[in-house]
């Protein structure tokens, strides 16, 4: 089946620099991904997703990089703020199925 | 406007007992889907629903766990003789559509379930 992991399990950055949260998936029939963001206590929350055919794309203060040679994508945070503070998850879904698979997540801490 | 709904937000009960946790979707959105999650641990698909068809039971983690939705709107799972390793937050989603590639998941805080 379908795994999910993460480079890393913990990230700490400075409040202003940029992030990188990195993704690797084993399952080369996944064809759009989407990454969320869990604040504590919360649901998971949408924040961009890409397909397949694309290798970039950009939303706000967010960039999400696939490279499906080597089953790898990046979520990229400019200018990184307190409210970032999360745990992203990065879901692949092949065929449109919708059992979407969690890895464990990255958390991501912001200190000032 | 308003997001997934959980009740109750919170949930301790004995062990042996039976629970029932609700979900009430955005309105119009024809899928729902159940995960959990225990402490610091990623989601763990559970059930999904298509109107009101559950064409995937595999996630239930065992036969105490069921879940019904009525009226293509409301949900609830249903934990029966709960054991402790059933505490976690257990997590409501809905989408517009069935696929994942043209609507993304929407979901709820959760309710927080321990059991005792």
């Known amino acids: 089946g379908e795994s999910v992991g993460l480079h890393l399990p913990t990230l700490s950055v400075q409040e202003g620099d940029n992030s990188i949260i990195n993704c690797a998936y084993s399952n080369s029939a996944s064809d759009y991904f989407i990454w969320y963001k869990q604040e504590s206590g919360k649901g998971p929350q949408f924040i961009i997703d890409?397909?397949?055919?694309?290798d970039k794309r950009q939303g706000q203060r967010v960039t999400v990089l696939l490279n499906k040679t080597v089953k790898h994508l990046s979520l990229q945070i400019a200018a990184t703020q307190p409210g970032d503070s999360a745990v992203y998850f990065c879901?692949?879904?092949?065929?449109?199925?919708?059992?979407?698979?969690f890895g464990a997540g990255t958390r991501l801490a912001v200190h000032p | 406007g308003a997001g997934v709904s959980q009740s109750p937000s919170n949930k301790v009960t004995e062990k042996g007992k039976d629970v029932e946790l609700r979900c009430d979707p955005i309105?119009?959105?024809?899928?729902l889907y159940w995960y959990r999650q225990s402490l610091g641990q990623g989601l763990e698909f559970l059930i999904y629903?298509?109107?009101?068809?559950?064409?995937?039971k595999s996630g239930l983690p065992s036969d105490r766990f069921s879940a019904e939705r009525t009226g293509g709107s409301v949900s609830t799972l249903t934990i029966q003789r709960t054991q402790q390793e059933d505490s976690a937050v257990y997590l409501c989603?809905?989408?517009?559509?069935?696929?994942?590639?043209?609507?993304?998941?929407?979901f709820g805080n959760g309710t927080r379930l321990t059991v005792t």
């Open positions: 879901t692949p879904v092949s065929g449109g199925y919708n059992k979407l698979i």
């Open positions: 309105s119009g959105h024809t899928a």
């Open positions: 890409i397909r397949s055919n694309m």
């Open positions: 629903f298509q109107g009101n068809s559950a064409p995937d």
């Open positions: 989603a809905s989408s517009l559509v069935l696929r994942q590639g043209d609507s993304p998941l929407h």
